[in-house]
């Protein structure tokens, strides 16, 4: 699969450590109730991708669900990308970044919590940065050209390639 940031995985193991390559690169998962987004709670601003930067989710779509890991009902439309995993006998839709395919969790749906989308974006902390400024544009739409992040303000962040 390729995505507008391709590194090796020499240059992933240079700016990512030890636990964010084990969970971004090997799709691994951290332990629940122990990523510093669990029980974060913020009004405005954007969670992005540890990796690359790129915006993911909104805090307005970020929800109390007590599953022990970060939960969102919705992400930044385009930002977020959907793949079947069949892993550890069982088949759920895992979730990657758009911009450099970083695993971020798993998406469930039809559990019932009072959310537009009646999903429940179950991502891993060590996978994402926050930043009380919206990067991401009003209508939640992310520009992607050339492995460059453009965001609302037409800030460009230019993304390094292999």
């Keep these: 699969m ?8 020499e240059e992933w193991q ?11 690169r ?6 629940p109730f122990t990523g510093k987004y669990d029980k974060h709670m913020p009004e405005e ?11 993911l989710y909104k805090a307005g779509h970020k929800f109390k669900s007590g599953c022990g890991w970060p939960a969102f009902f919705d992400a930044v439309p385009g930002a977020v ?9 069982m088949e759920r839709t895992e979730i990657t970044c758009n911009n450099c395919g970083g695993h971020l969790g ?14 429940r974006h179950c991502v891993n902390s060590i996978s994402l940065n926050f930043s009380a ?19 609302e303000d ?3 962040k230019k993304e390094s390639k292999a």
């Excluded at 990512?16 to 969970?23: A, G, P, S, T, Y």
């Excluded at 990308?81 to 006998?89: E, I, L, P, V, W």
């Design 2 to 9: 390729s995505y507008p940031v391709q590194k090796s995985k």
């Design 81 to 89: 990308k959907r793949h079947t995993d069949r892993s550890f006998g």
């Design 26 to 31: 090997e799709r691994g998962t951290e332990a």
């Design 133 to 151: 400024e919206d990067a991401a544009k009003e209508n939640g739409e992310v520009k992607k050209e050339n492995g460059e992040v453009k965001t």
């Design 154 to 156: 037409a800030e460009v």
């Design 106 to 119: 798993h998406v469930f749906k039809g559990e019932g919590y009072s959310t537009p989308t009646d999903e």
């Design 14 to 24: 240079a700016v990512l450590n030890k636990e964010q390559f084990r969970i971004l």
């Design 45 to 55: 601003g954007v969670y992005t991708c540890a990796a690359c930067d790129a915006p």
